[in-house]
DNA sequence: ACTACTTGCTACAACTGTGTAGCAACTAAC
DNA sequence: GTTAGTTGCTACACAGTTGTAGCAAGTAGT
């Protein structure tokens, strides 16, 4: 259930292991421990020896990535730089973390694990960014906040599986993502 | 690998099994066949009477799904109806299927067949909607409509599974899903 | 050389899921 | 009443996955 702590170079281990698991799992979620160890040239019983059972592996790479995903947007500095600027910087960060951690940050974790709450002062963070651009008129007055969250959450996840992702520069990408948040695809004189 | 054909009221069971299946799998998509019958209220072997295998289930779900997204999509009158109209139009028949067929519509078809196909057909006719949506000036020149029409799909996934899908009225989620299409969440003035 | 640590390998037990077969029972049609 | 069709149930064979244990071998530090 969870992880075995071990030594040295161990470590060394545990990252191959933890991130051929993501390489793998996000191609098929329900891939065996054989196919894990394999894309991480270990044996799979190096793998059992790390992570007691498959959950606590998933565990792991969940709370993995929602560590680095809230490094990225302290990076950002959400709550004190002008609210423009932030939103494009965690965008941006956030962009790097989700194309290498796509598996372990989409799956849901488990209420009232680490991972989840990490995942909750994120989303608590981008709330309140949201509600500073709104104050700063960035934002139409009428829309939903939740709505311009889960939108750019929807947003960002489009842009980080596309193929794109590869072979494109963050900042591109981040670009289409804020512009789309904010503009949408319409002419301004569009109306429905 | 095929479905075994049968008489009468089995259509019925058919049925039932397809929405029970659709049901579970969209929780949980690896749920065990016995998970699946269990659920339709039938036996397991009952289940394997109508599916020889299980991908043989999964495929028909993806069919069936296709099948209905494509009638959606038909009664929208994509290629007559002004563009606008039919994008409206298109969108809530196409909220309404994916509300209840979330699982089978996401998980992506196999290569070849008849689902593929289908869908494939959906997004060409998409495609050409959104290419009328420019000429008509609704859609802005600079836009990429890939990214457009990727958009469009995030906005109605995100729609269709959110909590809000059951208890408020297809009119509302359209609305919202082509007003943020076009418009985004800023105000005209905001700028990257 | 000795020690601690780690790994690969083989083997094994337990469990789960899948697909098939046979049989008794029920239903509707004729 | 007979028949065809359908279902539930039990049972079984088979595959694959998970988790554990033991042992030989390799490496690094002392």
Redesign the pocket.
Known sequence: MTVRP?????ER?VRTILEAAERVLSRNPSA????IAAAA??????V???F????ALVTTMKTWASRQLASAVDDARFDTAPPLVALYQATANALQVKVSWGFSMNSAPADGSESDEIMAGVVASCDRLFARLQQAGVLRDDVDLVWVRRVYYALLHEVAQGGDAEKTDIDTLATRVVDTLLHGAGTPTAQL
């Open positions: 071990l030594r040295s170079d161990a281990t065996s421990m054989e196919a040239g270990v044996a799979r019983t190096t059992h020896r790390r007691a059972t498959r959950e």
